[in-house]
């Protein structure tokens, strides 16, 4: 705080006390901080004794760290698998997450917990062997009032594991780490490796236990599906058998019957068609040329060609005989008559060649016109059958459907109950945990900082409100605020210190302020009154600075008065002030100098009888009168105005009043009240001595 003996001090509104203000800047915290310091370091002091304590007396902790890659694209062991391969759109991401949440899933731990042996472990809630923990237990059971069960323990087990148990997974990886910590560094270890084998069991086994139930649901299934196949097969015959729908090599027999009749009816028209063809041949053929070239292929026969063959010999005979003998030669008339018979034998053979065409002929006609009749009333039939085939139609359509609806379901079960054999989890351990060497808790550095960190920021929160609840002095514009009085001089915090300098320089200044905002100079006709106050807790620094006060005005040469005005430090054996006042003994005997300050000094005297007499007005009147004539200052130790009332008519009565102010100590409430109260004694507050800290935490 700065000190003030180089200029005058500020004319402050004078408006009268205020009220005590609750707001600091930033500076003033600092002075709050290191003023209450005491608080501070005692906080301090008892958090981090209590990280140390807890430090070495905690039980060691040890965690074991055990890292599962996770894929979320299955394994393709199968083309068909019950379990889809394909990666979510968000990477498979949210997969991970739920496998996580499996992990820490009661399924698991359970399977963890009885692997480990959790639940006899007195670490994991299990009863201890030694006294305490049996009494411990006892005192559960009596007022449960029934025995501790088996799955108790191992509900107990679980929740402690959750407690020790952390499963964590890195961004933008597919590992997770399961984490547990544990008393005892192979016991942390194990754990963990039971809990990655216990998961990657759970995974096989919610495998194979979807693959057997949802085998099994399509085996129920097949059981209706294949009674369906039945039902329509029995419909199926039942129709045909009812609407006469015989089937042969996958075809109706009627439509069978009707493509044969059609191709029987076809080849019997291309019979009828070649006989009457082979009929019109031999007729025209029959009477014509007897040239071998000349004779049509349906009348080439061997006896035809034989008989052909004779008669051309004959004709090449009867040509050479001709020419040799005449033509009445009787060899010639007998190779006529030899022609005459082989042409005779050829019409015959022609006539039954154009009888059994004929036949031939009529045979095919009729059989193409039976032909014809069967084939109209198959035409017929079909007609008739045609509705019927509809409906057939109908039935093998429907049949066909619930075969294949069979068929996929029994392949589809024998699939799956297939691969219930076959895990395509693709999830491995990559690092199995070993136990660790160093423990995990507690960290005594770690803690020591935080409780030194939390022990000052619980100190300064606890400064902050207690200075807040009972707000002290924190600067020099804040008592001017306080008192509405100016502050003469700042002293520094140890007035009874040997550097007289220090002291001297602010009390002269404070002395010279006095008197020129009195609007007089130092006279010897007159003395300057001036009253010193104080709250009570200031009461040291007010007989100080009123001692200090004296002595530099007596190294001024001026002649100086201290009166002892403060009635809570009357002695009964001496006479002083009151005794004055009322005319009971002389000033002169009742006064003394002071060795120490060179100032004459009148004690407050006997304060046992009553007062009001003696602080009458003409009493304090020509009291003041009388030490004017004889001294240039009269300082007058006012005490504790609060406790002090009495000595009103003689606070009224001095020049000036006073208030001395220690910073970082004197309460803001008791300052307003002293400032009231000098108001109220018809004397306000002219200016303060400033004090600065004292260091005292209050």
Same mark, same amino acid.
């Given at each position: 705080?700065?000190?003030?003996?180089?200029?005058?001090?500020?004319?402050?509104?004078?408006?009268?006390?205020?009220?005590?203000? /609750?707001?600091?800047?930033?500076?003033?915290?600092?002075?709050?901080?290191?003023?209450?310091?005491?608080?501070?370091?005692? /906080?301090?002091?008892?958090? @981090?004794?209590?990280?140390?304590?807890?430090?070495?007396?905690?039980?060691?902790?040890?965690?074991?760290?055990?890292?599962?890659?996770?894929?979320?694209?299955?394994?393709?062991?199968?083309?068909?698998?019950?379990?889809?391969?394909?990666?979510?759109?968000?990477?498979?991401?949210?997969?991970?997450?739920?496998? *996580?949440?499996?992990?820490?899933?009661?399924?698991?731990?359970?399977?963890?917990?009885?692997?480990?042996?959790?639940?006899?472990?007195?670490?994991?809630?299990?009863?201890?062997?030694?006294?305490?923990?049996?009494?411990?237990?006892?005192?559960?059971?009596?007022?449960?009032?029934?025995?501790?069960?088996?799955?108790?323990? /191992?509900?107990?087990?679980?929740?402690?594991?959750?407690?020790?148990?952390?499963?964590?997974?890195?961004?933008?990886?597919?590992?997770?780490?399961? *984490?547990?910590?544990?008393?005892?560094?192979?016991?942390?270890?194990?754990?963990?490796?039971?809990?990655?084998?216990?998961?990657?069991?759970?995974?096989?086994?919610?495998?194979?236990?979807?693959?057997?139930?949802?085998?099994?649901?399509?085996?129920?299934?097949?059981?209706?599906?294949?009674?369906?196949?039945?039902?329509?097969?029995?419909?199926?015959?039942?129709?045909?058998?009812?609407?006469?729908?015989?089937?042969?090599?996958?075809?109706?027999?009627?439509?069978?019957?009707?493509?044969?009749?059609?191709?029987?009816?076809?080849?019997?028209?291309?019979?009828?068609?070649?006989?009457?063809?082979?009929?019109?041949?031999?007729?025209?053929?029959?009477?014509?040329?007897?040239?071998?070239?000349?004779?049509?292929?349906?009348?080439?026969?061997?006896?035809?060609?034989?008989?052909?063959?004779?008669?051309?010999?004959?004709?090449?005979?009867?040509?050479?005989?001709?020419?040799?003998? @005449?033509?009445?030669?009787?060899?010639?008339?007998?190779?006529?008559?030899?022609?005459?018979?082989?042409?005779?034998?050829?019409?015959?053979?022609? @006539?039954?060649?154009?009888?059994?065409?004929?036949?031939?002929?009529?045979?095919?006609?009729?059989?193409?016109?039976?032909?014809?009749?069967?084939?109209?009333?198959?035409?017929?039939?079909?007609?008739?059958?045609?509705?019927?085939?509809?409906?057939?139609?109908?039935?093998?359509?429907?049949?066909?459907?619930?075969?294949?609806?069979?068929?996929?379901?029994?392949?589809?079960?024998?699939?799956?109950?297939?691969?219930?054999?076959?895990?395509?989890?693709?999830?491995?351990?990559?690092?199995?945990?070993?136990?660790?060497?160093?423990?995990?808790?507690?960290?005594?550095?770690?803690?020591?900082?935080?409780?030194?960190?939390?022990?000052?920021?619980?100190? +300064?929160?606890?400064?902050?409100?207690?200075?807040?609840?009972?707000?002290?002095?924190?600067?020099?514009?804040?008592?001017?605020?306080?008192?509405?009085?100016?502050?003469?001089?700042?002293?520094?915090?140890?007035?009874?210190?040997?550097?007289? +300098?220090?002291?001297?320089?602010?009390?002269?200044?404070?002395?010279?302020?006095?008197?020129?905002?009195?609007?007089?100079?130092?006279?010897?006709?007159?003395?300057?009154?001036?009253?010193?106050? +104080?709250?009570?807790?200031?009461?040291?620094?007010?007989?100080?600075?009123?001692?200090?006060?004296?002595?530099?005005?007596?190294?001024?040469?001026?002649?100086?008065?201290?009166?002892?005005?403060?009635?809570?430090?009357?002695?009964?054996?001496?006479?002083?002030?009151?005794?004055?006042?009322?005319?009971?003994?002389?000033?002169?005997?009742?006064?003394?100098?002071?060795?120490?300050?060179?100032?004459?000094?009148?004690?407050? @005297?006997?304060?046992?009888?009553?007062?009001?007499?003696?602080?009458?007005?003409?009493?304090?009147?020509?009291?003041?009168?009388?030490?004017?004539?004889?001294?240039?200052?009269?300082?007058?130790?006012?005490?504790?105005?609060?406790?002090?009332?009495?000595?009103?008519?003689?606070?009224?009565?001095?020049?000036?009043?006073?208030?001395? +102010?220690?910073?970082?100590?004197?309460?803001?409430?008791?300052? *307003?009240?002293?400032?009231?109260?000098?108001?109220?004694?018809?004397?306000?507050?002219?200016?303060?001595?400033?004090?600065?800290?004292?260091?005292?935490?209050?």
């Amino acid at each position: 705080m700065a000190q003030s003996h180089g200029f005058l001090p500020a004319v402050v509104d004078r408006g009268g006390p205020a009220e005590r203000e /609750t707001t600091a800047e930033v500076g003033d915290l600092w002075r709050i901080l290191i003023r209450r310091r005491r608080i501070i370091l005692g /906080t301090t002091a008892l958090f @981090g004794l209590a990280a140390l304590l807890y430090g070495f007396l905690a039980t060691p902790l040890y965690t074991a760290t055990s890292q599962l890659l996770i894929d979320p694209r299955d394994r393709q062991v199968v083309t068909n698998d019950l379990n889809a391969g394909a990666v979510a759109p968000d990477g498979g991401i949210t997969k991970i997450e739920s496998q *996580v949440r499996v992990i820490e899933s009661d399924t698991v731990l359970l399977r963890a917990i009885a692997e480990a042996g959790l639940e006899a472990d007195p670490e994991f809630g299990a009863t201890g062997n030694g006294i305490l923990s049996r009494a411990v237990q006892g005192l559960r059971e009596a007022v449960s009032g029934s025995e501790v069960q088996p799955h108790n323990a /191992t509900l107990r087990a679980l929740r402690n594991l959750r407690r020790k148990l952390a499963v964590k997974r890195a961004e933008k990886v597919f590992v997770v780490d399961v *984490v547990v910590t544990a008393s005892d560094p192979d016991k942390a270890a194990r754990i963990v490796n039971a809990i990655a084998r216990a998961y990657l069991a759970d995974q096989a086994e919610a495998r194979v236990n979807a693959a057997k139930r949802a085998a099994g649901e399509l085996n129920a299934r097949l059981d209706s599906l294949r009674e369906d196949v039945l039902a329509a097969e029995t419909r199926l015959e039942a129709f045909r058998a009812d609407n006469g729908l015989i089937a042969s090599s996958g075809r109706l027999v009627g439509e069978q019957q009707l493509t044969e009749s059609n191709a029987r009816l076809v080849a019997a028209r291309n019979r009828t068609a070649d006989a009457k063809s082979r009929l019109q041949g031999i007729r025209s053929a029959r009477g014509g040329a007897f040239d071998a070239g000349a004779t049509p292929e349906a009348i080439q026969s061997p006896t035809i060609e034989r008989l052909r063959s004779q008669y051309a010999e004959l004709t090449s005979k009867e040509a050479d005989l001709r020419t040799q003998l @005449g033509e009445r030669h009787p060899f010639i008339t007998a190779i006529r008559t030899q022609k005459s018979d082989v042409k005779r034998l050829i019409d015959a053979e022609l @006539g039954r060649i154009v009888q059994g065409a004929e036949i031939e002929y009529q045979r095919a006609l009729a059989n193409e016109r039976s032909l014809t009749g069967n084939l109209e009333i198959l035409k017929a039939d079909s007609v008739q059958t045609g509705k019927a085939n509809v409906r057939l139609r109908e039935l093998e359509r429907e049949l066909d459907a619930s075969r294949s609806v069979y068929n996929t379901f029994l392949v589809r079960s024998r699939e799956i109950s297939e691969q219930a054999s076959v895990d395509p989890t693709n999830a491995r351990v990559i690092t199995w945990a070993q136990p660790p060497e160093d423990r995990s808790w507690p960290l005594r550095l770690l803690i020591l900082g935080a409780a030194l960190g939390g022990g000052l920021g619980l100190g +300064a929160g606890l400064a902050l409100v207690r200075e807040y609840a009972r707000p002290t002095l924190l600067s020099r514009r804040q008592l001017e605020r306080l008192l509405g009085a100016p502050v003469l001089a700042a002293f520094p915090s140890a007035l009874g210190s040997s550097d007289g +300098a220090a002291r001297a320089a602010p009390a002269a200044f404070a002395l010279d302020s006095l008197y020129a905002l009195a609007g007089m100079k130092h006279r010897k006709d007159r003395a300057l009154s001036v009253m010193v106050a +104080a709250p009570a807790s200031d009461a040291a620094e007010r007989r100080a600075l009123i001692d200090l006060l004296a002595a530099v005005a007596v190294a001024r040469g001026d002649h100086v008065l201290v009166v002892e005005a403060d009635l809570g430090s009357a002695d009964p054996g001496n006479g002083g002030l009151l005794e004055v006042l009322r005319g009971e003994i002389s000033f002169h005997t009742a006064s003394t100098t002071d060795a120490a300050t060179g100032a004459r000094r009148l004690p407050v @005297g006997n304060g046992q009888k009553p007062v009001r007499d003696a602080f009458e007005r003409e009493n304090v009147h020509r009291f003041l009168s009388h030490v004017a004539e004889r001294y240039d200052l009269v300082l007058l130790d006012g005490g504790t105005l609060a406790q002090n009332v009495r000595i009103a008519p003689l606070v009224a009565a001095v020049d000036r009043l006073i208030v001395v +102010a220690c910073g970082g100590h004197t309460l803001q409430d008791d300052l *307003v009240e002293t400032g009231r109260i000098a108001a109220a004694l018809g004397n306000a507050p002219f200016g303060a001595l400033l004090v600065d800290g004292k260091g005292a935490t209050r």
